[in-house]
T-cell receptor, first 107, second 114 residues
Framework: GENVEQHPSTLSVQEGDSAVIKCTYS??????FPWYKQELGKRPQLIID?????GEKKDQRIAVTLNKTAKHFSLHITETQPEDSAVYFC??????FGAGTRLTVKP | DAMVIQNPRYQVTQFGKPVTLSCSQT?????MYWYQQKSSQAPKLLFH???????NEADTPDNFQSRRPNTSFCFLDIRSPGLGDAAMYLC?????????????FGPGTRLTVT
């Protein structure tokens, strides 16, 4: 099955800075890569996803890039705000989650 | 409107006493998933149904079983809960028809084992 690795496990940035979280996957057949944000006590919430036929997708301050050759994809958050503080998870087609990244945005 | 519903939201059971968690959906999605999430950990996929086909993760304990009597409902049965099974259990759905993959999560059931 798919093996998704996520780094870093924790990330602390100043408000207004950018944050980047990276994931690698093992199954070259994977063709769907979602990113979830989970706040304490809540369910995971899909924030952006990308399919293998594109290399980049952007939605306001959030973007995801995909490198199929290298089998990695990344989440980019620009102009971070304190409300971006949460745990972020990546996943691949088989819906197994990465280990998560705890993002803290300091005011 | 609620799309993925989990009942109950909180469940307390005794050590070794069987318990069933339920999930229902109004999305008519053909795929349903069960995840276990312990504190400060990622959701761990236990199993999923692709239509009626059951797919068990290799490391899911035999203590965990599932049933999907129809498209809308899916159940998680824990035959003999141990203290280590205390966790949040998340149900999710997705539609694979038409190239849709997005997962929709229910609010979860928090299981306490005493």
């Amino acid at each position: 099955g798919e093996n998704v690795e996520q780094h870093p496990s924790t990330l602390s940035v100043q408000e207004g800075d950018s944050a980047v979280i990276k994931c690698t996957y093992s199954d070259s057949a994977s063709n769907y890569f979602p990113w979830y944000k989970q706040e304490l006590g809540k369910r995971p919430q899909l924030i952006i996803d990308i399919r293998s036929n594109v290399g980049e997708k952007k939605d306001q301050r959030i973007a995801v890039t995909l490198n199929k050759t290298a089998k990695h994809f990344s989440l980019h958050i620009t102009e971070t705000q304190p409300e971006d503080s949460a745990v972020y998870f990546c996943a691949a087609s088989d819906m197994r989650f990465g280990a998560g990244t705890r993002l803290t945005v300091k005011p | 409107d609620a799309m993925v519903i989990q009942n109950p939201r909180y469940q307390v059971t005794q050590f070794g006493k069987p318990v069933t968690l339920s999930c229902s959906q109004t999305l008519n999605h053909n795929v349903m998933y069960w995840y276990q999430q312990k504190s400060s950990q990622a959701p761990k996929l236990l199993f999923h149904y692709y239509d009626k086909d059951f797919n068990n993760e290799a490391d899911t304990p035999d203590n965990f079983q599932s049933r999907r009597p129809n498209t809308s409902f899916c159940f998680l049965d824990i035959r003999s809960p141990g203290l280590g099974d205390a966790a949040m259990y998340l149900c999710a759905t997705s539609a694979t028809s038409g190239g849709e993959f997005e997962q929709y999560f229910g609010p979860g059931t928090r299981l306490t084992v005493t």
